[in-house]
């Protein structure tokens, strides 16, 4: 089939060159010229494992092109996929679709014939009749159809995710799109994935839903790791002991910091402020949100109560500063609130993330990059795990930190107060 995908951010890169690599034709656009050059020259702007092979192979076939002409892109594809960004509003809670509707004025211009238009990013819920309304300003609706097909994709894990998919929903009562997407998706059917046809906003709703119900999953626990921490029990106990019940399920349910990311922040807040719209109160998501916009500094605190106070040229070391690992994201990671706090109580912060040197952090004082673990660590007096990278599963800190009372704040319970006092480590992990 011919696609065309509007946007090569991460949605709409990963999930175009994944198309591509099931035999379709893709057409990833951008307006970004850089963007786009730096793409044909194999140049990928995210870090996401596997990525750039993917990218390599099926650009060389020739199944998947890159370009900056929007117009064109879409009259050769039958399927459009809106990928483009739906950030939070400057000023308010709810997502700012300026991007989606422009580029809804853009495809209105260019359909000869029959297409099927995709929102693939995350859009509140009544945007597909928005776009749907736009569209047929200019064209007949026997000419287009509007169709919900939210993505589930994790940074890190985003390839695996597209090609094994727990289940592809479809949101429309258009019975040739369905069958269209149907055929689409059919390498993904058949090894496993479930297909949903649903309405196109029951579509919207359910990827909102679904974020917001992991957000919750995760906050709920995190809340209960600082009680945990109160009681002498270890959180880690009780997300088995939680998990193993098939109805909760071990997933989502590991303590740490608080949610970040591209899609846990945004969501929430969309999908509150989508119901507060239609009148009616999610007041479980606006507590989580609450909570989770707590977190970082609950966590500081504890960084303060760990060093007795006494932060001033106190040397810490941030392990990873991502919002999660297999990631370059700094998308609203913890990390940005509590470097900034920690240096302006006086606090020196060496860091080292697998994904390199960070911007947000290049103008700040007392923030250096180390390029490998080992001097990231060295003469550290608090070592804070931050991110849970592979790459700090195992490391021998005795022999690299150099200064006998170091202290090991893990923020992910990577590993265990019990084998760090077999190696006379003072060590703290979360809720335990
Ligand atoms: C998420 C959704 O999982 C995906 O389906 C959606 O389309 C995009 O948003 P992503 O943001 O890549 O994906 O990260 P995810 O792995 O879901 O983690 C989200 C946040 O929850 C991270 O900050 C992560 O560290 C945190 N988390 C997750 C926990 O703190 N504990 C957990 O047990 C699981």
């Keep these: 089939m011919k696609l065309c995908m509007i946007g090569t951010g991460y949605v709409g890169l990963v999930s175009g060159v994944c198309f591509s690599d099931l035999g379709n034709n893709v057409i990833c656009v951008d307006n970004d010229v850089k963007k786009v050059e730096n793409l044909k020259k194999g140049v990928i702007p995210i870090y996401e ?9 099926n650009y060389n076939n020739k199944r998947l092109k890159f370009s900056t002409d929007l117009k064109n892109s879409i009259l050769k594809s039958d399927i459009i996929f809106i990928c483009v960004g739906t950030p939070t509003k400057k000023n308010g809670n709810g997502a700012d679709l300026s ?12 359909i000869s014939k ?3 238009i995709i929102t693939k990013s995350t859009v509140p819920i009544t945007t597909g009749d928005e776009i749907e309304k736009i569209i047929s300003q200019k064209v007949s609706k026997k000419f287009f159809s509007v169709v919900s097909n939210p993505e589930f994709l994790r940074e890190g894990e985003a390839i695996r995710d597209f090609t094994y998919p727990d289940r592809v929903v479809i949101g ?7 069958k269209i997407l149907k055929n689409l998706y059919s390498p993904l059917i058949s090894k496993g994935a479930k297909y949903i046809n649903t309405t196109r906003r029951a579509a919207e709703l359910i990827k909102y839903a679904s974020n917001a119900f992991l957000a919750t999953k995760v906050t709920f626990i995190n ?28 997933r989502f349910l590991r303590a740490g910091p608080p949610y970040g990311g591209s899609c846990f922040p945004k969501d929430t807040k969309a999908i509150a402020s989508t119901a507060d719209k239609f009148k009616t109160n999610l007041s479980v ?25 006494k932060i001033k040229n106190k040397k810490i070391c941030f392990l990873g500063v991502t919002f999660k690992a297999n990631t370059d994201d700094m998308r609203d990671s913890s990390s940005l609130s509590m470097i900034p706090s920690l240096i302006k109580k006086g606090a020196k912060i060496n860091y080292f993330d697998p994904t390199g040197e960070k911007d947000d952090f290049k103008k700040l004082k007392n923030v250096n990059f180390s390029n490998n673990i080992a001097s990231a660590v060295k003469d550290s007096d608090l070592i804070i795990i931050h991110t849970e990278w592979n790459d700090f599963k195992s490391i021998n800190f005795k022999k690299i930190v150099m200064n006998k009372k170091f202290i090991i704040f893990d923020m992910r319970n990577i590993y265990t107060a019990k084998k760090m006092k077999n190696l006379n480590i003072k060590y703290f992990g979360v809720g335990c």
């Design 49 to 57: 494992p596997g990525l750039d092979e993917l990218v390599l192979k």
């Design 99 to 110: 991007q989606i509707y422009n580029v809804a004025k853009e495809i209105r211009k260019s």
């Design 114 to 116: 029959f297409k099927i």
């Design 172 to 178: 429309t009562n258009d019975r040739r799109s369905n």
């Design 223 to 250: 809340e209960l790791a600082n009680l945990c921490e109160k009681i002498d029990v270890n959180i880690e106990d009780i997300s088995i002991g939680m998990g193993l019940d098939k109805r909760i399920g071990g």
């Design 285 to 309: 998501i606006k507590s989580v949100i609450k909570s989770n916009d707590n977190r970082s500094s609950l966590l500081l605190k504890r960084v303060f109560n760990i060093l007795k106070n």
